[in-house]
């Protein structure tokens, strides 16, 4: 890599400007995505370079691979997916000054303006100019990527390789998890997809008093098992507002946080909780559907929160503290590791409900 | 009135077991409700008497008239009405110290069982046993009703007769707004009865920086000018959304008091919402009806709050000294005066829509 | 037992109005307690009559034996001692319904007068007019003790005895470490007596994510080992502040809970906080202390809680939901179970710094 | 003024890189401070260079003018003065786009480093490594000012210019009122100098029921008054805790906002503080002092908060609809604006305590 004036770079590298990566490139407006050579990207003011160590798969990657609405809306093609990574810094944009070359760091994903109100008033996660990694901008399905240093979160050590590599989902589920009180409560998560799933371990190594997971997926009601559920609760068989009841000397649910954007879920959600009770929404239905207020919300002084992203930074905080000290052990959600190179297969997993977390490793760092 | 052993009697009034009073009564499963002769109550162990001062009519005294289906599976006559008034404390029930004969108190209308769940951790206007006076049992509608102490909130005299006579629907205005930030904030009320009246003033006595006011009916809305609403809102002409964008300058407001019940509203409010705001929904849905979550409530980071009653006792508490304070003063609301012997009259105004908050006299007190 | 009218009692129970019990008194104004017959209590309206099984040993009874200058000032002898104690309802007094004749109870020792502003607005803990049992009326180290209905919590199977014995120092305990933030936070417990240890069990269940603890006695660290303190730091040999900046990777901790009342413990403690952290402060200091105001709180942001008590009665719930969740384990801290009949043994124990929780077994329930 | 090739500036305006500009110079270090000729400062990247409009004098000016221990230890002449001030925005550093030519900004004091453990979780004002604004950099005590661009807030038009130049401090008296609850409650504010004037101000205006202001100087106690203070008391005439206790019903104040320094104050502000109380203690005090932190925190529950700066942007929003709705109105503690040439005379009148908040006019600014 031939560093520039301004950009500070590892010494012994090669030039990354004169050659070209591999990458998972949405290539068109049709379903599926392409592997590719594009070139490395550089670091510009105020950014770092990553090589990129380990990369997640997200549902929302299998929703731009199949094309769906929301990404026609949304995509503008030519564009590196991937916006779950870790990665080694290996070169520093003009100001970059707090990180080093040689760093690992994991992947806020949002890019915001730190201008707008909700950037101003503490609420960047909802800033309103927000571009997300391999969504709007390129992202770390690939060789390298390039993010804003502000975006860089220092990992250590002792956080295993995977689990550094998916700490933006894993950020959302802190988020969730923290929007309300959970020390000593009895939460239940619905939906054991992989955000759901850290969910239960987030709950538990935060001090709920009790977790339960609820699904339809023997398969992810298994993995519910693993991460140590108090209790997995199949709603194709039992119902889920008795089943809490019970499991709450009566009482009711503290919270709930919910993963899934099931209808049925939510009002389910709600009416197990207790007065005065949280329910926590981060799953994204598919259509608008309707509540009885009077009954689920109103009435018991509920109180529902819209979740989205991670708060930027106090959630990485959180997650950093429960991963490093051990208190967090998120490794049995990820069910596969592999390469890159095999994108579509990840895709087809993820598609067939066959996996928790996915992790793909990229080119060349297999070893 | 004949002092028991146990309680403790103003000195000088008539024996009030040994004679009746007039009283209003739900008598039959069916609409409409009777001026009676009931017998005088008595002040049994841990409560009070009081000779009723004033009162208040709520909508919900309309649903039970009307006898509509809400009233049809609660209502079980006959039932002296009025869950808001004012009274003066004239006889006391064993084990009652603290408060003392000849004082004036307003009420809290739930009575509540102290030991649920919610009443143990803070929670007791959502108490599991609420058992409502005036709606599951007798009321203020007489010359004289009987409460349990803890429920009754002295009343200093610097606060008017008839404001003293509304602090239960007051305190639901004053909870709905302290359930979020008001400070410095900008906040619309989206629906001008009664509650939406008190829940502007409150807004601004509470330090809100701005309060914008909604409705359709012109009668309301110059209410809500009386009330020194920054702005109305006129939804049957206007946009609430770009309105309200306009107002704060396209910041979005910071919160909304849902007053209403009505869809539009609850769906423009979470629009008009900035990232990260707050609904605080207080009005009664008819049906159940659906949201757009994705876009209203979880890409905005929104919270919604479902409220009922008033925080026992803390929204007492604010309310007290909002009003003692000469902060808050909602006399622009109350537009009716009337004898209590004329009950049916209030409810004829009410279904018109030609009333603020009408307050009734009872027998005896015109003077 | 002869029930009243209004009372009732358990079937075939001997009638207690007719007999005496033993019982620990403070008998006189002057060093030491008495072992003496008195009368059985009798449960007024409101009130139950509990046949104590446990009773914990606190701090404050060795300030009551050595009538040490607190003791001369509060203490009315003849009273009997204990205010930490589980016990078996065999009476109930007019008005009690929620709680069977059978139910084991543990119990809050502050009895609240349910009417002054603190009572009024949630802080029941501070209220202005509290009597303490053991203290302002008649304790529980006895084979009775007759306690209001509302500070009786209902106590499930699951938990041991002995530790439904000491909820209410345990309430202590979750207490302070429920001031503040605990998820995924680095905290420190300053000061290893009972509520201490109690504290790094709480904090842990609670989901802090390392919790550490000090103090000078190796008696005492060696139970904070026991407690799985994530580290305990001897501040005779080392210094508390640059361990914790080492504990923490330099970046402070996020809350102390201040268990010694030591004033070197409070300035370190605030010295070792991250900017914006907490100290939440329990322990009792002998006599007031000067801060460096400036440095230690004002230029970093730092809160300070005064907490005293239990927060009525939601701390009684999260309590609840950790021990019957087997989230939290405290029988390492209770290093000592013994008849009350030896309850100087117990005193001398806690003057030598040789126990933990002295836990007391009240005559005939040996077995 | 000519641009660079990456900073725009306002067209017609003189070239100001060619010449030099006047300031109020910390020029050595001794007592006093120089007006001189200085060079115009650019506008780096990510900056704004201003054309200052109006700047504040703060009492710290008048320590560093005095070369008081902490400005010896702390300034490093020759230092540019000047932290309070509104300016127009006569160049835009690169990468600045939010921001355009000729708009006014008031400025956050605070350079942070966006890096740390405080920055990364909201609590950029306690950053470590805050640098100030005419105290570690050059300020607006000049013709020209160049200030990151995130620490410039857009004023608008309708906010007076004496006051947009102020709100800095201003700012110090938001943060401390909205460190806990203002509506509806009884509060104080102890020492009125300029930030205790403003938190009169900001205290009504945010919705307190009812604020008491407290000092020992007549003249700051009449300014507390054309402030609105509900009472003021003269602390060296009467007892601030019987009075608060008195004005308050005997309830106690729900808080105190601390501006003072003064040990006198900070135990009284405790000890008329109810139970569950706050102090929010912005007021820097000359050296450690005591407190009985048995009776004046523990016992009665109280919190307090230590202050420093503004949140970053929070307060400043909030600040900002206060002002821009004409809800606060600070005008009456703005006592004198004179040219900035007579920056010693502004000191001067500091020393005598004869002046609430001074504004100066700089050179070429006074038509």
Redesign the interface.
């Known amino acids: 890599m031939t560093p520039t004036t301004a950009a500070t770079s590892a010494p012994g590298r090669p030039a990354t400007r004169t050659r070209t990566m591999k990458a998972v490139v949405k290539a068109a407006a049709a379903p599926g995505a392409e592997i590719r050579d594009v070139p490395v990207p550089t670091a510009g003011?105020?950014e770092v370079l990553l090589r990129v160590l380990r990369a997640g798969v997200c549902g929302t990657d299998l929703h731009i691979w199949s094309w769906d609405r929301w990404s026609q809306g949304r995509i503008q093609p030519p564009v590196t997916l991937g916006h779950e990574f870790v990665g080694e810094i290996v070169e520093r944009g003009?100001?970059v000054t707090?990180l080093a070359i040689g760093e690992r760091v994991s992947c806020e994903s949002h890019i915001v303006?730190?201008?707008c109100?909700?950037c101003?008033?503490?609420?960047a996660?909802?800033?309103?100019n927000t571009r997300i990694l391999g969504v709007d901008v390129n992202g770390g399905f690939a060789e390298y990527v390039a993010v804003p240093a502000?975006n860089a979160w220092r990992s250590?050590g002792n956080i295993p390789i995977e689990v550094a590599a998916v700490m933006e989902p894993l950020g959302n589920a802190?988020h969730t998890?923290?929007a309300g009180p959970?020390?000593?409560?009895?939460l239940a998560v619905t939906g054991c997809g992989p955000i759901g799933l850290f969910a239960i371990g987030v709950a538990k190594?935060?001090?709920?008093?009790?977790v339960f997971a609820s699904d339809i997926s023997p398969y992810r009601l298994d993995l519910a098992r693993k991460m140590k559920a108090?209790a997995v609760i199949d709603v194709s068989k039992e119902s889920f507002v008795e089943r809490c009841r019970e499991l709450t000397?009566r009482?009711?649910l503290d919270g709930v946080l919910e993963m899934s954007g099931n209808p049925t879920a939510v009002r389910d959600g709600l009416a197990a909780l207790?007065?005065?009770g949280r329910l926590s929404?981060?799953g994204?239905?598919k259509e608008?559907?309707?509540?009885?207020?009077?009954q689920l919300?109103?009435?018991?002084?509920?109180?529902?929160?819209?979740?989205?992203g991670r708060?930027m930074?106090?959630t990485?905080?959180?997650?950093h503290?429960?991963l490093?000290?051990g208190?967090l052990d998120i490794r049995p959600t990820i069910t596969h590791v592999m390469p890159m190179e095999r994108f579509d297969e990840a895709i087809d997993l993820l598609r067939a409900g066959k996996a928790g977390k996915v992790v793909l490793v990229p080119w060349g760092e297999e070893g």
Chains 1, 2, 3, 4 share one sequence.
């Open positions: 003011p105020g003009a100001g707090n303006c730190h201008t109100i909700g101003r008033t503490g609420n996660h909802v800033c309103e502000v250590p802190v998890a923290f959970i020390s000593g409560c009895n190594a935060a001090g709920a008093a009790r108090d000397g009482a009711g207790r007065s005065g929404f981060l994204l239905p608008p559907f309707d509540l009885d207020w009077n919300v109103i009435f018991k002084g509920a109180t529902i929160h819209g979740i989205i708060r930074y106090e990485w905080y959180q997650m503290n429960l490093s000290s208190r």
